[in-house]
């Protein structure tokens, strides 16, 4: 098992900035990524960001580029996401995500059903 543990959400105004951090914890070697998720009210889970934990590669959708950035502290088993310029449309619950993705490529990393583990969700409200 593998635990999860979000945090760093809160009240923005548009245009500002939040970093979300996501603590594993447990069989941590049993995944090879971990990922941001978000889903706002009434709307699907949808992917955000992955990150390789060896090697770094980096995956973003296309509505985050240039805006977020995904880190990771191996050694504290820490995942990081750095969200900049934020739109009031991306208030949402942010969830952090583990697993195995054994195939490589951008489109493997944004599905949901490669992560085994789930954190609870940190909630991102961005004002207008």
């Known amino acids: 098992q593998v635990q999860l543990v979000e945090s760093g959400g809160g009240l923005v105004q548009a245009g500002g900035s939040l970093r979300l951090s996501c603590a594993a914890s447990?069989?941590?070697?049993?995944?090879?990524?971990m990922a941001w998720f978000r889903q706002a009210p009434g709307k699907e889970r949808e992917f955000v960001a992955a990150?390789?934990?060896?090697?770094?590669?980096?995956y973003y959708a296309d509505s985050v580029k240039g805006r977020f950035t995904i880190s990771r502290d191996n050694a504290k088993n820490t995942v990081y996401l750095q969200m900049d310029s934020l739109k009031p449309e991306e208030r949402a619950v942010y969830f952090c995500?583990?697993?195995?993705?054994?195939?490589?490529?951008?489109?493997?990393?944004?599905?949901?059903?490669?992560?085994?583990?789930w954190g609870q969700g940190t909630q991102v409200t961005v004002s207008s």
């Open positions: 990150i390789r934990w060896s090697g770094g590669s980096t």
């Open positions: 995500a583990a697993g195995y993705v054994r195939y490589s490529g951008s489109w493997y990393f944004s599905r949901t059903g490669e992560y085994d583990y």
């Open positions: 447990g069989r941590t070697f049993s995944s090879n990524a």
